[in-house]
Each structure stands twice: as C-alpha cells, then as structure tokens.
C-alpha cells in the first residue's frame, strides 16, 4: 500500500469545499535576517488551527456509507482529534475520541465544541490503544488513525498541491515539521510529481520512530532527506525555501528558529 499524486489531487477535490485554503506569506523582516527568501503556508490558520483537518477530512468523506452510519474513533491529545470530531460534525455522523488526562484544556473544549464524545485515558500509548479499542468494540466505529493511513496522508499532501498552485517559480527547498509524519509523507509525494528539483528537507529523528511505515515508504520512493533543514541548506542569497508551518502554536517558534540561523 503507498500513496501516489493522483490521490491527492483527488483528496484535493474532495475536500475542497470543507477546508481553507490557506495562504502563502512572507516576511522582509525574516527573509533579511535568513539570508534568503522564505516562504510560509500558514497552516496555522487552518480549520482547527491546523493541517489535521485536511487528512481527518479526506478520510471520513472516503468512508463507505456503511461506515459512516457507525461513526468514527481515533486517540489523540490534540488537534487530529479536533480535527476528526469537525469532519463528523458536517457529515452528522458520530465521533468517539480517546484522549489522555492531561490533554489541554483548549483542546478537551474544541473536541466537545465539535460534538465528539470523549473517553478519557492514562496518557500512556497502550492506556489509549486498549481504550480505543474498547470503544471501537461497543460502537462498531472506524478507527481514523492521525498519521499512518493512506486518507490521512493524501490529505495532508493536498498542502504541498496548494502551494504549487501559489508559488511561481518553486522553491529550492521544502521545509517540513514532523511528529507522526503524515505531513511530511504527503508532501514528498506532491512535491516529486510537481517540483522534481525542490529538496524536501526534514529531521533524522523520524526515521529512527517509524520503522516500516507507510509515511517512511513513501519519503523514500520520492527521495525525501530527512535531515536538519540549517545543516543542509546553509541559507545561500538567492535561494528560496518554503516553510509549511504545521499548527497556531508552534509558528512564532518556527519564525524565531528561522531567524536564528
């Protein structure tokens, strides 16, 4: 199982109507102080506040309906469960989300706010697995897992689309964040199809927690260097890097890393 260009495009099109389109800005302040110009796809404002809602709505609008009329489940301490429980609440089908304890408060009131049903946990990994379970079992919902599935990680993609769309002529570098990596797969993928020259650049430490996943299968077949973005790229005059800034709270230190180097 991988993810190829053509399914985010139609990812593209099937979520286009329900997620923002978000823009791409820049900064004369940062582009001075980097040595180079750079670009920023404002994720951040985003539905939800974040790319998540691309993939958790590319996923539930590929259900079956069948599928739907049992709802949807997912562990998260954040924004792909805010995510998921949003996409449901346009479909009018129910979302049942595993959280831990001590997820944040702002994120506990988005999912409620969305209508998601919340079964709360120990923050261990195997407390939210056995509790998702659990639930899966009593409700017969899909489990729409945040990273590592193929809906998720063409909606995700549908980023990288968007910027191609925005940007002329393209970057020399795609910058990319990662936790789980669904991001990072999807725009590998979109980036290999429309800016073959374009490096994406990411972290070495994702390669040592994937393993053999479908989001590491697919940074290798399109070529994707994981590694620190400062170390490789050295900000040269001229160069130009986009930025995708994943989520609200994690921009102005984007902003302050970038202005470091």
Request: hydrophobic fraction near 40%; include cysteine; aromatic fraction near 8%.
């Amino acid at each position: 199982m991988t993810v190829d260009f053509e399914a985010i495009r139609e990812a593209a099109g099937r979520i286009s109507t329900y997620v923002h389109r978000t823009p791409v800005l820049r900064s004369e302040l940062i582009d001075a102080r980097a040595g180079c110009d750079i670009w920023f796809k404002c994720e951040n404002l985003q539905k939800v506040g974040a790319f998540k809602a691309r993939g958790a709505h590319n996923a539930v609008l590929n259900l079956a309906e069948d599928e739907r009329a049992r709802g949807v489940a997912t562990h998260s301490s954040g924004n792909h469960a805010a995510a998921l429980a949003l996409a449901a609440s346009r479909l009018d089908i129910p979302a049942y989300i595993v959280m831990p304890h001590n997820a944040p408060a702002s994120k506990v009131a988005a999912v409620r706010d969305y209508g998601g049903e919340i079964s709360f946990c120990d923050s261990t990994l195997a407390a939210r697995e056995t509790t998702l379970e659990e639930v899966c079992t009593r409700t017969g919902a899909r489990f729409v897992p945040p990273y590592d599935h193929p809906d998720i990680i063409a909606g995700q993609g549908t980023t990288a689309l968007e910027m191609y769309e925005q940007m002329d002529p393209p970057p020399h570098y795609l910058i990319t964040p990662v936790g789980g990596g669904g991001l990072l797969a999807g725009c590998a993928v979109a980036s290999r199809a429309l800016w073959p020259a374009t490096a994406v650049v990411t972290r070495w430490g994702f390669l040592l927690r994937t393993s053999d996943s479908l989001r590491l299968r697919c940074c290798l077949v399109t070529g994707c260097m994981p590694q620190w973005w400062r170390a490789s790229t050295g900000a040269s005059p001229g160069w130009s890097m986009l930025v995708c800034v994943p989520r609200l709270e994690v921009s102005a230190r984007w902003s302050r890393s970038i202005c470091s180097t």
